[in-house]
Structures are given as structure tokens and as C-alpha cells.
């Protein structure tokens, strides 16, 4: 499953046809069509010509890793990112892991951002960031009865149906900011955001790992969920 979808992410990432590929790779057209729709399963060494074609590793077409080189992460491999204090975090490897990949995702999220130069749309991914720590943080403060609840305003029996609602509100309006409802200029919005797997890395190389291992983790969680 992950095959099929990586080989058709990578030679669209490099705007070749399904034809040229095929010729390329040495099979036909068909053949490599039904090896994009996951219809048919190909070879041990079919899959070392893709990976030496695309200059990417074995494991990484199979969805062994997020990374094109093939690296499997620890905790060590992945950098602090610049607002951690000392540049070191505290705690086990798990929370520590997690909080790295998320912080190193944001740089890129807000670097793009940055590029947009849309305040309106940084405003409300923002808000949309932020509702979800304040979830999140709300939660785990309130599970413990000791803890004080005046230090929120929005009442136990409405907050969580408020912030969902602010959350919706907050995703409507980047979803009409990129769908050029609101931005006066969407080609330059979108063309601003154009990215591929390996303009990510060389872009970001400090943190493209980061993010790359954040959507496999992230996507293998809804698997789950089906």
C-alpha cells in the first residue's frame, strides 16, 4: 500500500510521465500503472531500480521510513529546536520524541507561513494551534480536582463545545483563504506553498525528518482508526 502511493508521489514530485518513467524502468506503461494502483505487486529488484532512479532508499518506498535516505529516527538523531531551553528537554524518550517532532514541524509550518505574507491566514492557523494546546492543556489540568478551575472563564460545562466551535471556525477560514475566497492574490498565496518531499529536505535539513516522521505517524494513527 505505502509502495504504490510512494512511487506515484515521486515521479509526480519530479513532473515525469507515466510513460517516461515506464521506459526509463524498463517495463511497460501498464505494468507500472498497476504498480501505482497497488493492482499488482512487482519485484525484489524492481524495487532497487525505482529506488536508484529516484535516488531514494529501499525502506523509504516501502514506508519503512519518512526519510529518503532511509534513516530511522531516535530521539538523539532529531535536533532541539531553537526555543527549547539549553537546547535540551527533560523527561522520558516518548513525551521527549513527540515534542520534538511537533516543534520541529512548526518551524517549517511557520516558515511557509512567513512566505505567504497573508496575515489573515497566520492568524488563523494560529488560533487553531493554539485552541488545541489550550484543549489539550485544559484537559490534563482538569483531570486532577485539587487544581484550581478559576483559572479559566469559559465554564466546565461549555469550554469544550466552544473551543470545537472556535477550532471549525478557525479551519473554515484558512480553507477559504487558500480556496482564493479571501486572499487577493491566490496564485502567489499558492505558488508560495509549493513544496515537494525533497525541496522539504534540502530547504529544511534540520527539521524535514521531523515533519516527514510526524505524517507517518500521524496518518498511521488514522489507519488505525478504519
Not at 40 to 67: I, N, P, W
Request: proline share 3%; net charge neutral.
Amino acid at each position: 500500500m505505502e509502495f504504490n502511493r510512494i512511487i506515484t508521489l515521486l515521479r509526480k514530485e519530479r513532473g515525469i510521465t507515466q510513460k517516461q518513467a515506464a521506459q526509463d524502468l524498463g517495463v511497460s506503461q501498464a505494468l507500472l500503472s498497476h504498480y501505482e494502483k497497488g493492482i499488482r505487486e512487482c519485484g525484489l529488484d524492481f524495487v532497487v531500480r525505482v529506488a536508484d532512479y529516484y535516488d531514494v532508499s529501499c525502506d523509504y518506498l516501502l514506508g519503512r521510513s519518512a526519510e529518503r535516505s532511509g534513516l530511522t529516527l531516535s530521539v538523539e538523531d532529531i535536533p532541539s529546536p531553537e526555543s527549547a531551553r539549553d537546547g535540551v528537554y527533560k523527561g522520558s524518550v516518548l513525551p521527549t520524541m513527540n515534542k520534538k517532532l511537533i516543534s520541529n514541524s512548526l518551524n517549517i509550518l511557520f516558515d511557509k507561513l512567513g512566505d505567504c505574507k497573508d496575515k489573515t491566514l497566520v492568524t488563523e492557523v494560529s488560533a487553531y494551534l493554539m485552541l488545541a494546546v489550550y484543549k489539550v492543556f485544559r484537559l490534563l489540568y482538569s483531570a486532577q480536582p485539587k487544581n484550581t478551575a478559576s483559572l479559566f472563564s469559559l465554564t466546565p460545562g461549555r469550554w469544550q463545545g466552544y473551543t470545537d466551535a472556535a477550532m471549525h471556525v478557525a479551519q473554515a477560514n484558512v480553507e477559504g483563504i487558500l480556496c482564493g475566497e479571501d486572499a487577493q492574490d491566490t496564485n502567489a498565496l499558492r505558488q508560495s506553498l509549493s513544496m515537494t518531499s525533497e525541496s522539504l529536505g534540502k530547504d529544511y535539513p534540520l527539521y524535514a525528518t521531523s515533519l516527514l516522521n510526524l505524517i507517518k505517524t500521524s496518518e498511521a494513527r488514522v489507519e488505525r482508526q478504519k
